[in-house]
């Protein structure tokens, strides 16, 4: 299964350096020097990372044969992407890969069914559920541990506790009035 690590930003320096936004949680695992990355556009790649470093809080990526700041910023906005086996799941048991998350059933702790999760979306602040509601209208929910309280993979749902308005619009509304 394929997914999506990291996004390369501006070249840095002019030794063939790229700024990464990163989209993983295992960094020091998906983005170390040697491995060998998909990218998307695929015309950019296989990219083999030849070496990192944290500067002033952005990691610096150096890929094999891009060794100017032209070659780094014709790689601008090119995603990376990991092969990684579906079977392993990451270390941290409150961590999800974006494969486990997708179509799983969203409801409220009141038992409230909200719709179901068609896609996450990662914001440099925060990652979002996009819920498709049975009407076949969206919401985003914000993937925070005030917010998403409870992910059960074997029952293949989350459980929210959505702040007044970001479900229903009544709450929204009538809270204004007021």
Do not use: C
């Not at 015309?43 to 891009?66: C, D, K, M, Q, Y």
């Not at 990451?90 to 038992?111: N, R, S, W």
């Not at 009407?135 to 929910?141: A, R, Y």
């Amino acid at each position: 299964m394929q997914l999506v690590v990291a996004r390369i930003g501006r070249a840095h320096g002019i030794k063939g350096e790229v700024t990464v936004e990163v989209r993983t949680d295992e960094p020091e695992l998906r983005l170390a020097p040697g491995a060998v990355l998909l990218t998307d556009p695929a015309a950019t790649g296989p990219l083999t990372i030849e070496t990192g470093r944290v500067h002033s809080g952005r990691l610096l990526l150096r890929f094999v044969g891009v060794g100017d700041r032209n070659a780094a910023e014709a790689l601008r906005n090119t995603l990376l992407i990991a092969e990684v086996d579906p079977e392993v799941l990451p270390e941290d048991e409150d961590e999800y890969y974006d494969h486990q998350l997708i179509d799983l059933d969203v409801v409220t702790k009141d038992g409230v069914e909200v719709g179901r999760i068609t896609e996450i979306s990662h914001l440099p602040s925060q990652d979002l559920f996009v819920v498709e509601r049975p009407d076949g209208t969206e919401v985003l929910v914000p993937f925070v541990e005030e917010i998403v309280t409870e992910i059960d993979l074997e029952e293949q749902r989350a459980v929210i506790d959505p702040p007044p308005g970001l479900i229903d619009d009544e709450t929204a509304s009538t809270r204004e009035e007021s």
